[in-house]
Protein backbone atom coordinates (compact mmCIF):
# COMPACT_ATOMS: atom_id res chain seq x y z
CA UNK A 1 0.00 0.00 0.00
CA UNK A 2 1.40 3.29 -0.92
CA UNK A 3 1.97 6.45 1.63
CA UNK A 4 -1.13 8.43 0.22
CA UNK A 5 -3.48 5.34 0.92
CA UNK A 6 -2.15 4.97 4.00
CA UNK A 7 -2.41 9.19 4.88
CA UNK A 8 -5.94 8.84 3.51
CA UNK A 9 -6.71 5.87 6.05
CA UNK A 10 -4.68 7.38 8.65
CA UNK A 11 -6.52 10.85 8.72
CA UNK A 12 -10.36 9.28 10.08
CA UNK A 13 -8.37 7.25 12.71
CA UNK A 14 -6.49 9.96 13.61
CA UNK A 15 -9.23 11.94 14.46
CA UNK A 16 -11.03 9.11 16.25
CA UNK A 17 -8.06 8.86 18.12
CA UNK A 18 -8.41 12.56 19.14
CA UNK A 19 -11.82 12.44 19.53
CA UNK A 20 -11.35 9.40 22.57
CA UNK A 21 -8.21 10.67 24.04
CA UNK A 22 -10.45 13.48 25.94
CA UNK A 23 -12.09 11.05 27.09
CA UNK A 24 -11.75 10.63 30.88
CA UNK A 25 -14.34 8.37 31.56
CA UNK A 26 -14.07 4.42 29.49
CA UNK A 27 -17.04 4.08 26.77
CA UNK A 28 -17.74 0.99 27.54
CA UNK A 29 -19.19 1.86 30.99
CA UNK A 30 -22.37 3.51 31.63
CA UNK A 31 -24.00 4.81 34.53
CA UNK A 32 -27.58 3.74 35.76
CA UNK A 33 -30.03 6.12 37.13
CA UNK A 34 -28.57 5.10 41.17
CA UNK A 35 -25.29 6.04 40.06
CA UNK A 36 -23.75 2.43 40.19
CA UNK A 37 -22.35 1.27 36.99
CA UNK A 38 -22.82 -1.06 34.71
CA UNK A 39 -21.77 -2.82 31.87
CA UNK A 40 -22.43 -1.15 28.63
CA UNK A 41 -23.87 -3.36 25.78
CA UNK A 42 -21.59 -3.35 23.03
CA UNK A 43 -23.83 -4.68 20.45
CA UNK A 44 -26.32 -1.71 20.96
CA UNK A 45 -27.56 0.57 18.22
CA UNK A 46 -27.31 -1.89 15.91
CA UNK A 47 -23.74 -2.80 15.96
CA UNK A 48 -22.44 0.73 15.60
CA UNK A 49 -20.82 0.54 18.89
CA UNK A 50 -19.11 -2.90 17.84
CA UNK A 51 -18.14 -0.92 14.27
CA UNK A 52 -16.62 2.05 16.93
CA UNK A 53 -14.55 -0.42 18.89
CA UNK A 54 -13.42 -2.11 15.37
CA UNK A 55 -12.18 1.22 13.83
CA UNK A 56 -10.31 2.34 17.10
CA UNK A 57 -8.81 -1.27 17.19
CA UNK A 58 -7.27 -1.05 13.50
CA UNK A 59 -5.95 2.87 14.32
CA UNK A 60 -4.51 1.74 17.33
CA UNK A 61 -2.50 -1.36 15.93
CA UNK A 62 -1.52 0.77 13.00
CA UNK A 63 1.67 0.93 12.00
CA UNK A 64 2.16 4.48 10.30
CA UNK A 65 5.15 6.58 10.88
CA UNK A 66 4.67 9.06 8.80
CA UNK A 67 1.59 11.46 10.00
CA UNK A 68 0.65 14.19 8.17
CA UNK A 69 0.21 17.75 9.53
CA UNK A 70 -3.40 19.08 8.76
CA UNK A 71 -4.55 22.62 8.36
CA UNK A 72 -7.11 24.73 7.89
CA UNK A 73 -8.73 27.84 6.62
CA UNK A 74 -11.20 29.92 8.14
CA UNK A 75 -12.85 32.96 6.50
CA UNK A 76 -15.01 35.54 8.03
CA UNK A 77 -16.61 38.95 7.16
CA UNK A 78 -16.60 41.86 9.42
CA UNK A 79 -19.60 43.82 8.25
CA UNK A 80 -21.55 41.03 8.93
CA UNK A 81 -20.16 40.75 13.00
CA UNK A 82 -22.40 42.15 15.84
CA UNK A 83 -20.65 44.97 17.86
CA UNK A 84 -21.14 48.47 18.55
CA UNK A 85 -17.34 49.60 17.29
CA UNK A 86 -15.50 48.59 14.34
CA UNK A 87 -12.84 46.99 16.74
CA UNK A 88 -15.36 44.82 18.51
CA UNK A 89 -16.80 43.64 14.93
CA UNK A 90 -13.33 43.38 13.47
CA UNK A 91 -11.90 40.90 16.66
CA UNK A 92 -15.39 39.08 16.20
CA UNK A 93 -14.81 38.48 12.41
CA UNK A 94 -11.55 37.12 13.81
CA UNK A 95 -13.15 34.67 16.15
CA UNK A 96 -15.31 33.35 13.78
CA UNK A 97 -13.25 32.37 11.18
CA UNK A 98 -11.14 30.75 13.72
CA UNK A 99 -14.37 28.86 14.45
CA UNK A 100 -14.55 28.05 10.80
CA UNK A 101 -11.47 26.67 10.90
CA UNK A 102 -11.60 24.84 13.73
CA UNK A 103 -14.98 23.11 11.73
CA UNK A 104 -12.61 22.51 8.95
CA UNK A 105 -10.41 20.61 11.24
CA UNK A 106 -13.61 18.92 12.46
CA UNK A 107 -14.58 17.39 9.14
CA UNK A 108 -11.37 16.63 8.15
CA UNK A 109 -10.85 14.50 10.94
CA UNK A 110 -14.14 13.15 11.97
CA UNK A 111 -15.54 13.07 8.93
CA UNK A 112 -19.11 14.89 7.44
CA UNK A 113 -22.28 13.10 8.27
CA UNK A 114 -24.28 13.49 5.44
CA UNK A 115 -28.25 13.26 5.78
CA UNK A 116 -30.55 13.79 3.18
CA UNK A 117 -34.47 13.32 2.37
CA UNK A 118 -36.29 13.19 -1.08
CA UNK A 119 -39.76 13.28 -1.03
CA UNK A 120 -41.97 11.71 -4.54
CA UNK A 121 -45.31 12.06 -5.00
CA UNK A 122 -46.77 10.44 -7.88
CA UNK A 123 -43.81 9.70 -9.53
CA UNK A 124 -42.53 13.32 -9.58
CA UNK A 125 -39.98 15.00 -6.66
CA UNK A 126 -42.09 17.39 -4.25
CA UNK A 127 -39.13 18.04 -2.03
CA UNK A 128 -35.39 17.18 -1.77
CA UNK A 129 -33.20 18.08 1.43
CA UNK A 130 -29.75 17.27 2.66
CA UNK A 131 -27.73 18.94 5.43
CA UNK A 132 -24.20 18.03 6.77
CA UNK A 133 -23.09 17.49 10.29
CA UNK A 134 -19.55 18.09 11.39
CA UNK A 135 -18.81 17.11 15.31
CA UNK A 136 -15.77 16.27 17.17
CA UNK A 137 -13.40 17.35 19.71
CA UNK A 138 -9.87 19.34 18.34
CA UNK A 139 -7.16 19.37 20.85
CA UNK A 140 -3.57 20.98 19.89
CA UNK A 141 -4.72 23.36 16.93
CA UNK A 142 -2.04 26.17 16.71
CA UNK A 143 -2.60 29.65 14.93
CA UNK A 144 -0.11 30.12 12.08
CA UNK A 145 -1.60 33.48 11.02
CA UNK A 146 -4.75 35.92 11.27
CA UNK A 147 -4.83 37.79 8.03
CA UNK A 148 -6.92 40.30 6.79
CA UNK A 149 -8.00 39.95 2.90
CA UNK A 150 -9.02 42.83 1.04
CA UNK A 151 -11.05 45.45 3.30
CA UNK A 152 -13.91 43.54 5.03
CA UNK A 153 -12.60 40.14 5.02
CA UNK A 154 -10.10 37.84 8.01
CA UNK A 155 -8.66 34.93 7.01
CA UNK A 156 -7.12 32.32 10.20
CA UNK A 157 -5.05 29.52 9.23
CA UNK A 158 -4.91 27.00 12.08
CA UNK A 159 -2.82 23.67 12.11
CA UNK A 160 -2.51 20.38 14.20
CA UNK A 161 1.00 19.28 13.24
CA UNK A 162 2.89 15.78 12.96
CA UNK A 163 4.39 16.05 16.22
CA UNK A 164 0.97 16.56 17.79
CA UNK A 165 -0.48 13.87 16.25
CA UNK A 166 2.10 11.53 17.00
CA UNK A 167 1.88 12.30 20.17
CA UNK A 168 -1.79 11.73 20.38
CA UNK A 169 -1.47 8.33 18.46
CA UNK A 170 1.05 6.95 20.96
CA UNK A 171 -1.01 8.32 24.04
CA UNK A 172 -4.14 6.45 23.08
CA UNK A 173 -1.88 3.24 22.23
CA UNK A 174 -0.25 3.55 25.32
CA UNK A 175 -3.84 3.68 26.95
CA UNK A 176 -5.28 0.78 25.26
Known sequence: MNKEKMIEKLIPAVGLVLCLGGCQSSFLTDMDDKG?????NVLSNKGEDAAHLAAINEVLDASV???PTISAMGYAVVSSQPGRSANQKRLMAIRSARMA???DLAEQIHGLKVEGNTTVIDLMVQNDTFRGIVSGTIRGARTVRINPTG???YEV????DKDTLSYLLRQARSVA
Open 36 to 40: TTSTF
Open 65 to 67: DNV
Open 101 to 103: AMR
Open 151 to 153: TDT
Open 157 to 160: LLEI
